[in-house]
């Protein structure tokens, strides 16, 4: 990645590119510090204890830290990514956005302007939720309903803005926006958890001695590269199925009669499940979050079995990672389409006849290869929390450690194919020269 980027910045092109993507990022980081009015000065300690186990602690990574200290960028690129799973979505189960998505480039402005739209939307109805929440945990200085205007529109403001530094991304970068500033957003929290090792070796940490500091520091640090070893590993594997193209005459020349490859990624569906599966099973740990239960042991228990510290949570987790693989996979691959496609085209899969033996021979293979992913994915989320469990809460910043694992290393990896695709073309050369 490093000797990439080394040998990018050499063409003057993508060295342009490479320091305009660095000057949006700085000017995210810059937005994620900026302070909105009417609220009081010291949140972000106290915000951190009251998300933490819920859906927010994954927004507040997602988002850099500016969600628990409630700047201008606090809703991050959420929205964005939300509105943009939508449309996907939506496209696929709504033939008149389906038609849109197959115009072209003109279809796909008509559907970029659709999701801004709903981005905006989405932007307006969190940024209502978050004025309430900080009301209610009482962190506003000012409860008139000017403030709460002000505030909401401060919110909404910054959502759409930060649509606007994604967009620029894609149109005079190199990689996705979406991706990068996700990437940015959890790469500064290193430096906290750097400063978590640090505390853990010097034997600072509360309930844990010096001693089994190191130790669990040292198996962190290990952990961790493995983890990343691995999932590069799963990231790059694919199954590719054999596809034998029929030979044709056309005139007096032969066409066809190629042999090539149909590939099958083991990670297809990214971590859009562990997404998914994250905010459901935190969606009753948010809830509690508004109401006052420490009085009723039923609630209480009750709240405490959907903690990130519990095996239930765990378990709750790896099946609906596993479930919405494939669900993500139902909605983004059709076999049968591939098998039309090839059938037009003269292709074939060796020993298996064109047609419907075709989709259902690739939708066998696609089910298998995508239980492997959807373990593999399960595996990367849970395995944090289940050492978290056991060590009695020691490692509870790793609950959400696997996905933004998984997150910082898929966009390195597809930011250095882009950038290895754009050398290759503009080191390419045409007959003529």
């Avoid at 509105?83 to 496209?91: A, E, G, M």
């Avoid at 962190?139 to 403001?157: G, M, R």
């Avoid at 509360?206 to 040292?218: D, H, L, R, S």
């Avoid at 809830?287 to 959907?306: A, H, P, T, V």
Wanted: net charge positive; glycine share 10%.
């Amino acid at each position: 990645m490093l000797q990439t980027i080394k040998n990018a910045w050499k063409i003057e092109d993508l060295r342009k590119k490479l320091i305009y993507v660095l000057f949006i990022l700085l000017l995210y980081r810059i937005g994620a510090q900026i302070p909105v009015p009417f609220l009081t000065g010291d949140l972000a300690a106290s915000m951190n204890a009251a998300t933490e186990g819920s859906i927010l602690q994954y927004l507040n990574i997602l988002s850099g830290g500016a969600f628990a200290n409630a700047t201008l960028f606090a809703l991050g690129i959420s929205p964005y990514i939300t509105s943009s799973i939508v449309i996907q979505l939506l496209t696929v189960a709504i033939p008149a956005l389906e038609r849109i998505a197959k115009d072209g480039e003109e279809g796909k402005k008509k559907l970029n302007q659709l999701t801004r739209l709903v981005t905006v939307a989405l932007a307006l109805i969190t940024a209502i939720g978050y004025y309430f929440m900080l009301r209610n945990y009482d962190y506003l200085t000012d409860k008139s309903v000017f403030a709460a205007i002000v505030i909401i529109t401060c919110y909404c403001a910054g959502s759409s803005l930060v649509m606007w530094l994604a967009e620029k991304i894609n149109e005079n970068g190199i990689g996705n926006g979406i991706s990068l500033i996700l990437f940015a957003n959890i790469v500064s929290s290193g430096p906290a958890i750097v400063n978590s090792l640090i505390t853990l070796v010097k034997g600072q940490h509360e309930g844990v001695n010096q001693v089994w500091g190191i130790v669990i520091a040292i198996a962190s640090i290990i952990i961790g590269l493995g983890m990343v070893v691995l999932i590069v590993f799963i990231t790059n594997s694919e199954r590719r199925l054999p596809v034998q193209y029929a030979k044709k005459v056309v005139g007096r020349k032969m066409y066809g009669g190629q042999s090539s490859t149909l590939p099958i990624k083991v990670n297809n569906t990214g971590v859009m499940p562990i997404i998914f599966a994250s905010s459901i099973v935190s969606l009753p740990a948010t809830i509690g979050m508004f109401f006052d239960y420490s009085k009723s042991k039923f609630w209480k228990g009750f709240f405490d079995l959907f903690s990130t510290d519990s095996w239930l949570y765990a378990v709750l987790t790896l099946v609906l990672i596993i479930a919405f693989a494939y669900f993500y996979i139902l909605i983004s691959f059709n076999p049968v389409e591939i098998s039309n496609n090839l059938k037009k085209n003269g292709g074939s899969i060796p020993g298996i006849r064109p047609g419907k033996p075709t989709s259902d021979y690739i939708t066998r293979v696609l089910n298998r290869v995508t239980l492997i992913g959807a373990i593999f994915l399960g595996f990367i989320a849970v395995f944090p929390m289940i050492l978290n469990i056991i060590s009695g809460g020691v490692m509870a910043g790793l609950a959400f450690g696997g996905s933004s694992i998984i997150i910082v290393v898929g966009v390195v990896l597809e930011t250095a194919r882009e950038i290895e695709g754009q050398m290759t073309m503009r080191h390419y050369r045409g007959f003529l020269e």
